[in-house]
């Protein structure tokens, strides 16, 4: 099994974001899992992730994992979304900012709107988060360029549809399935409503 992590660090990089990073490619490589390490750091996400993605096409990689920076996870992470077989799936976690909604949506009447009531396994999602997000090549393959891309307004100041939301979109539109496991713990720097998971992610 070969998978190619992509890191995107258009800022400072947390120094605990080293507790994720080291720890989930020593244990990768204990598991017989071959990783490959890029990271991007292009001030733009959307430019960032499409970059990654030429470079995962240069590996001999099967799968491309997305790890923010700002983000921070178990070490067996990318072993446990592996085991389920899906195409695309990642875990949940919650926006930085009030009201500190989980980044995980559903249609409803036609418009996205975020899952508040997770399930205990996991479940379908019309667009995730991609800071802990596991794709198959397969998924580029059939999609056409641009992965991710931001949808802006008129006077391209105000961001309409974040890239994530653009990807998994497309990916949909494409015939794909997008999952969310619940019980990866993922915590967002920054975000107080995952303090309680970040503490028990410590231990």
């Known amino acids: ?10 800022h400072t990089v947390p120094a605990k974001f080293l507790n994720t990073i080291i720890p989930m490619v020593q244990y990768n490589a204990s598991q017989n899992i071959k990783t490959w390490v890029y990271n991007d750091l292009d001030i ?65 009447d036609g418009k996205l709107t975020p899952i508040t009531e997770i399930p205990n396994k996991i479940f379908q999602v019309d667009a995730l988060a991609t800071g802990c997000l596991l794709i198959h090549k397969s998924v580029f393959e059939k999609m056409k360029k641009p992965y991710f891309e931001y949808e802006k307004d008129a006077n391209k100041e105000r961001i309409l549809k974040s890239e994530d939301v653009f990807f998994c979109e497309k990916a949909k539109k494409e015939g794909f399935e997008i ?17 309680e998971l970040f503490k028990k992610f410590k231990k």
């Open 1 to 10: 099994m070969v998978v190619f992590l992509a890191i995107t660090s258009r």
């Open 44 to 108: 733009s996400m959307d430019v960032s992730r499409n970059k990654c993605v030429e470079k995962f096409f240069e590996t001999d990689a099967d799968w491309l994992f997305f790890l923010d920076t700002d983000t921070f996870m178990e070490p067996n992470t990318i072993e446990l979304l592996l085991n389920h077989g899906k195409k695309i799936i990642g875990g949940i976690y919650t926006s930085r900012h009030e009201p500190y909604l989980p980044i995980a949506y559903k249609k409803v």
């Open 179 to 195: 999952f969310a496991d619940p019980s990866i713990k993922v915590w967002h720097y920054g975000s107080v409503a995952d303090l």
